[in-house]
Each structure stands twice: as structure tokens, then as C-alpha cells.
């Protein structure tokens, strides 16, 4: 599994919502984004539509949902030292301040690191044993930004740069169908991220030391 990842580390949730509730009810609908997530809660509330999908586990877009409700978490890793601002649906994934979470970034669901489809019903990945196994929150999207963090300069032009080993403090900025991610740190852990690649987030809780 570790050779899949593009990065891991463990995050502990210091503050949600710091500049008050971004979405709520009915914003991702009116924006008109498109989000793939996929959460292992076992039970879902009546307002969500699971007919076209695969499992229950499945979640629909969330502008096909009556109901949405994210926050933006801020957090800070345990190993690489690395700042993370986040937004979450909470209403499917409740987090709260003191959580500690397991969060990698990968290219592939496969095991073998062959190409999935962003998608997470059994159909999609063919049935077969996936990353998506071992984590409770998923989420596919895409990089659209890598910049040095200090200068807030972009860090590859026309796509084709990433940040690299020895490239200093970097942050890589990445969207989820509107839901966004922005991860800032030492830029060798950043390595594997160019813009415009897709990439997966993978989440679970960990316990508290």
C-alpha cells in the first residue's frame, strides 16, 4: 500500500469552521460543482438518492443532494510537520476539534497502482480490493495550483512543474467537485503532486495518544 501513496501523514483537527460557515444547505447546489465522495458510514439520512449507485456506502454528487452541509477544518501533521486546511462534508463525516486523522493523497485506488476510474461503486472498480478498503472518507479530485509558500508564486508553469525535493517550504492547492484542499509544507513530501493531475484523498480517524 505505501508504494501507492503519494503521501501520508496523521493531521489533529485544531480548528473547524476559523472563519465562519462557508456551505451549508443547498450552497454546492448553486454553485453547480460535482464532487465524487465516498464514506463507510453505515447508514445515510432519507433525503439521499442511492438508486444509481453500486453500494450503500456511495454517496451521490453532492449538488444532487437536498441537503449538504461542509466545513473547513485547519489542522497540523504529527511526522512532517505539514499545515492542512480542508473542506469536509461533515454531515456524512462529523469531525470535531481534537480528532486525529489519517490522510493520505494518491494517484489510483489499485492496489497494484494501476488507473481507477474517480468513481467508487463496485462496477467502477471492477470488485476488486481497493485503498478506498481501508479508509472511511474519499474523495477524488484535482491539482490545480503548486506555489512556493512564502513568495505565493506559482511553482511550474503550464502544468508541467511540482514541487520537488529541496524546493522549501511549498503548498499544493487541490479541488474536490468546489470542495478544497490546501496542504502546506516541506515541498519534498509535495513531490508526486503536478498540476492537473488527478489525485485521491483517503481519511480515517486514528486514536489519540
Given at each position: 500500500m505505501a508504494s501507492v501513496l503519494i503521501f501520508e501523514d496523521i493531521f489533529?483537527?485544531?480548528v473547524i469552521d476559523p472563519d465562519g460557515k462557508k456551505f451549508d444547505k443547498g450552497e454546492l447546489m448553486r454553485r453547480g460543482r460535482?464532487?465524487?465522495i465516498k464514506t463507510r458510514r453505515p447508514s445515510l439520512p432519507s433525503t439521499f438518492s442511492l438508486s444509481s449507485f453500486h453500494s450503500p456506502n456511495l454517496l451521490p454528487p453532492l449538488e444532487n443532494r437536498k441537503t449538504s452541509s461542509v466545513s473547513r477544518i485547519e489542522g497540523r501533521s504529527d511526522l512532517y510537520e505539514m499545515d492542512l486546511t480542508l473542506d469536509v462534508a461533515v454531515d456524512v463525516y462529523p469531525l470535531s476539534v481534537g480528532d486525529k486523522l489519517s490522510l493520505a493523497l494518491a494517484p489510483t485506488l489499485a492496489l497494484d497502482g494501476g488507473p481507477t476510474e474517480?468513481?467508487?461503486?463496485?462496477?467502477a472498480q471492477g470488485g476488486r480490493a481497493s485503498?478506498?478498503?481501508?479508509?472511511?472518507?474519499?474523495?477524488?479530485g484535482t491539482v490545480f495550483k503548486l506555489r512556493d509558500a512564502a513568495a505565493?508564486?506559482?511553482?511550474?508553469?503550464?502544468?508541467?512543474?511540482?514541487a520537488s525535493a529541496g524546493a522549501g517550504?511549498?503548498?499544493?492547492?487541490?479541488?474536490?467537485?468546489g470542495l478544497l484542499m490546501r496542504l502546506a509544507g516541506d515541498g519534498a513530501k509535495l513531490g508526486g503532486l503536478r498540476v492537473g493531475d488527478g489525485v485521491y484523498l483517503l481519511m480515517r480517524k486514528v486514536p489519540s495518544a
Open positions: 489533529e483537527v485544531g460535482r464532487s465524487s474517480p468513481f467508487f461503486g463496485a462496477a485503498l478506498a478498503d481501508a479508509y472511511e472518507y474519499v474523495a477524488h505565493a508564486a506559482p511553482a511550474g508553469a503550464g502544468g508541467a512543474g511540482g517550504r511549498c503548498e499544493a492547492l487541490v479541488s474536490f467537485g
